[in-house]
């Protein structure tokens, strides 16, 4: 565009300047006929008073001799207005070619605005059934993607009544035993893992007795959400009985804390299947909503645009939202800095190796009570 616009404007200014050339050889043209004409005039007006001083005596000739010296007026154009007519062709000449530089700087300016700034694909106001974005398949052996690769989000396809009890679980737990170093928190049902400090520490070693039955309550839920994901991952990916869930699967709050480890620094573009390792398909349940509850925190698709730059398409939070996608290269993404209020989600992950396989967490599983 840039290019297109300034051999534009060089063509436009390469005939201005042959305008302005041609006004002023006729300018110059049009002075010399005038200054020759006038010479014609003079040498008329002697030649007459010569006849008259020769010729007193007959008038008759005299009569003849002024009307050969006489003739019709000039028809030339007065000079001021040969002026005012060069002038306004100049200025509108000018204009043309302004009015193309500025709009070739505001279109290049467009495009540039268009390229680098987040496009959103899915905001928080709006509700889907099943939007979907399909993308080119970086792995073209992975037996999982039989139907390719793409990007796809749900809304309601989980209950809000257990969308506030998973969330409410992941806040009690984390208020009362976890201790981030930074802005994110994270608790795994599976394995027991907790941020704790720098590192992480067993959750199930540290829940009190009082607790038990509640936290038996938000496992059946937590089974019941991951089994509705996982036979919507079915049905979309065409891996039915092909996939089960893999390590590893977390809950998450992001609060606007500084980073005090690169552990913290979740910002970060990253591809899960490189990541973790296990990961083929990437779910996401959102627990609470992007400009209500937080601000920042936006999930961003990193893809490449038509110019080889950068171009983000963002899918805004929304509580119950479910966003499921591919893992592999064609999927690199990473999550917005949260600048205020506390962002909640699930992440919930698939594979089809079954060597990758983990089980669901089991209520009263004999992890309860063991202490430290």
Request: glycine share 6%; aromatic share 10%.
């Amino acid at each position: 565009l840039y290019s297109w616009n300034l051999n534009l404007i060089f063509n436009v200014v390469v005939e201005m300047s042959k305008t302005t050339k041609k006004n002023n050889n006729n300018k110059n043209g049009g002075d010399a006929a005038d200054a020759s004409k006038d010479n014609s005039a003079v040498e008329e007006k002697r030649e007459v008073e010569k006849q008259r001083g020769e010729d007193k005596k007959n008038k008759s000739n005299k009569a003849k001799d002024k009307k050969k010296g006489g003739g019709k007026p000039s028809l030339k154009t007065p000079k001021i207005i040969q002026n005012r007519t060069q002038n306004n062709n100049s200025f509108s000449t000018i204009f043309t070619v302004l009015t193309f530089v500025v709009v070739g700087v505001v279109s290049a300016f467009l495009v540039d605005v268009y390229l680098h700034n987040p496009t959103t694909i899915l905001t928080a106001s709006k509700s889907t059934n099943g939007t979907r974005w399909s993308v080119e398949c970086a792995d073209e052996n992975d037996v999982c993607h039989n139907t390719g690769c793409r990007r796809v989000a749900w809304d309601g396809l989980v209950d809000e009544k257990d969308v506030d009890q998973l969330r409410d679980m992941a806040s009690r737990i984390m208020d009362a035993h976890a201790k981030p170093s930074g802005g994110p928190t994270i608790i795994d049902l599976h394995s027991g893992a907790m941020s704790f400090g720098e590192q992480f520490v067993n959750m199930y070693a540290m829940i009190d007795d009082k607790d038990y039955v509640k936290f038996n309550n938000d496992l059946k839920v937590y089974n019941k959400v991951h089994d509705i994901i996982l036979h919507q991952v079915e049905m979309e990916f065409g891996v039915e009985n092909k996939v089960g869930l893999t390590n590893p699967t977390f809950f998450s709050r992001i609060t606007n804390k500084e980073a005090a480890t690169p552990h913290d620094e979740y910002w970060h573009h990253h591809i899960d299947k490189l990541q973790y390792g296990t990961f083929q398909y990437t779910c996401l349940l959102y627990l609470n909503t992007y400009g209500k509850d937080f601000i920042g925190g936006r999930f961003a698709f990193v893809d490449e645009s038509y110019r080889g730059e950068e171009k983000l398409n963002v899918v805004e939070p929304k509580a119950g939202r479910v966003s499921c996608f591919t893992s592999g290269n064609e999927n690199p993404h990473f999550v917005e800095k949260v600048s205020g209020g506390t962002r909640f989600a699930l992440t919930i992950a698939f594979t089809c190796n079954e060597k990758n396989f983990i089980s669901p967490p089991q209520p009263w599983s004999h992890k309860f009570g063991q202490k430290q």
